[in-house]
């Protein structure tokens, strides 16, 4: 170990411990200094040869450095002047760019706000067109526009608060249209309370033109429509009630009543109502015993009211059935035949008794072609011709009693022709003997005998009449 030259130290290239360890414990750390510093002029004598080999090379670098030095730091101040026109030019390019990424932000929001609009202005379109619908008092235009605006627009714009205010406000405008159109209801319900006696009176008028009409001339028309290949209408005794009134407000509330899923209230309120005002229809008027116009009024209005009640079954879906239909005309009809029966039967002249006769026998006629069952009011005339031939024979009593209290009893005498043929004339008498007389002439009879037969006569017109 104590030979280990300077080779073996440089040869060591990590871990010097083991090789100073050996040197140390051998003693031959003067003979290693004595080479290291051997060693070390050797590397003194190679670095001298060096430098001295590259010494101008080293020289000449050195200046070109120092030249480069001059000319970096020009280069320097130019990079400096060029960075500082670049900090000044890219100054208005920075704010020019922020300018514009503002710009797009603002772009991007407008186009946001675009869109939103887009999408939200059918919707306040529509709900303004609703509002404008309501303010018309058009509702079943304005529950349709409803219907669109909740079930396609406000979907869309489900995510913005003003669609949430309208939705709260839809219940509330149903509401609303309901009650208005209830009230207008309830208008034409008044309305209808008014005209029935007008439209009855029209409808009788109808029956009654159509009545006179003479059998030929209606043959000739059939054929001379039947030649012209023109249809003949076998209704044309139907009043068109809807000549008379407007009945559309019934129809929009049932339609108002059926898009709000309330149909069923909206046919059993109309079917109360219309009994109640069949009940004020059928009270009768005062004094209407020997008051003809109060008769015509009267029964005008029943006519007037069950010809409505036939338009309505005819042309307003279910609202009015045939089974309520027949219900409230049976109720009806037993209501008011008590009435005319008592009203009449309080009469006692028999012109008016007459009169009503005719009207009854009008409205039967009337009825009858609207379909309705008539039966109880042929009964009421049977007992109204009773109570009419009561009256005549009250009446022919006091006639023949006066007759009868002014008489002499005494042979009738005729002087002339004239008052023979007047007499002949009264009283249908034949004989032979007595035209060969000469006058004056006697007949075998007073002159009681010509008037109770012409009184007679004329209570058997009287009571043909009815």
Request: proline share 3%; charged share 30%; net charge negative.
């Amino acid at each position: 170990m104590a030979n280990i030259s300077m080779q073996d130290i440089e040869a060591v290239d990590d871990y010097w411990g083991p090789t100073f360890r050996t040197i140390l414990e051998g003693n031959s750390h003067d003979q290693i200094s004595e080479q290291l510093e051997g060693r070390i002029k050797s590397h003194d004598k190679d670095i001298e040869r060096i430098c001295n080999l590259y010494y101008q090379g080293f020289i000449d670098s050195i200046r070109e450095l120092l030249l480069v030095k001059s000319q970096a730091q020009g280069l320097n101040q130019e990079v400096k002047s060029l960075d500082e026109g670049l900090a000044r030019a890219s100054a208005g390019v920075i704010a020019r760019g922020n300018e514009l990424v503002k710009a797009r932000k603002v772009e991007g929001n407008i186009a946001g706000a675009i869109e939103g609009l887009s999408s939200c202005l059918p919707v306040l379109e529509c709900y303004s067109k609703l509002l404008r619908q309501v303010r018309e008092k058009r509702y079943y235009p304005a529950l349709k526009t409803l219907e669109v605006l909740e079930n396609e627009y406000l979907p869309k714009v489900s995510g913005y608060r003003f669609s949430q205010q309208i939705r709260e406000t839809i219940p509330r405008l149903k509401e609303n249209i309901k009650k208005s159109s209830e009230e207008d209801f309830r208008e034409f319900l008044e309305n209808i309370r008014k005209f029935s006696p007008r439209i009855g009176e029209i409808a009788m008028k109808h029956t009654k033109e159509l009545q006179k009409r003479d059998l030929e001339t209606i043959i000739a028309e059939y054929k001379q429509m039947a030649l012209n290949g023109e249809c003949v209408d076998d209704d044309e005794e139907d009043v068109n009630a809807q000549d008379l009134i407007d009945f559309s407000p019934i129809y929009r509330c049932l339609h108002i009543y059926t898009v709000l899923n309330d149909k069923e209230y909206f046919e059993k309120d109309y079917r109360k109502q219309r009994r109640d005002q069949a009940k004020l229809v059928l009270q009768a008027p005062q004094t209407m015993h020997d008051n003809l116009e109060a008769y015509k009024t009267y029964i005008y209005s029943i006519v007037g009211f069950f010809v409505v009640e036939d338009h309505v079954m005819n042309t307003g879906g279910e609202i009015v059935t045939q089974t309520y239909l027949d219900d409230l005309w049976s109720s009806s009809l037993t209501r008011a035949v008590n009435v005319l029966s008592m009203s009449s039967s309080s009469c006692t002249d028999p012109n008016i008794l007459l009169r009503i006769k005719n009207l009854i026998m009008l409205s039967i006629t009337t009825l009858k072609n609207y379909g309705y069952t008539v039966s109880q009011l042929w009964d009421l005339l049977l007992e109204m011709r009773d109570h009419y031939n009561e009256v005549l024979l009250q009446r022919w009593v006091n006639e023949f009693r006066e007759i009868l209290d002014r008489s002499d009893f005494l042979p009738l005498e005729a002087h002339t022709q004239e008052e023979y043929d007047a007499v002949l004339e009264r009283f249908p008498f034949h004989s032979e003997q007595l035209e060969a007389q000469p006058f004056p002439k006697k007949f075998p009879f007073s002159r009681m005998v010509p008037e109770v037969y012409h009184q007679a006569m004329e209570f058997m017109y009287a009571c043909m009449k009815f």
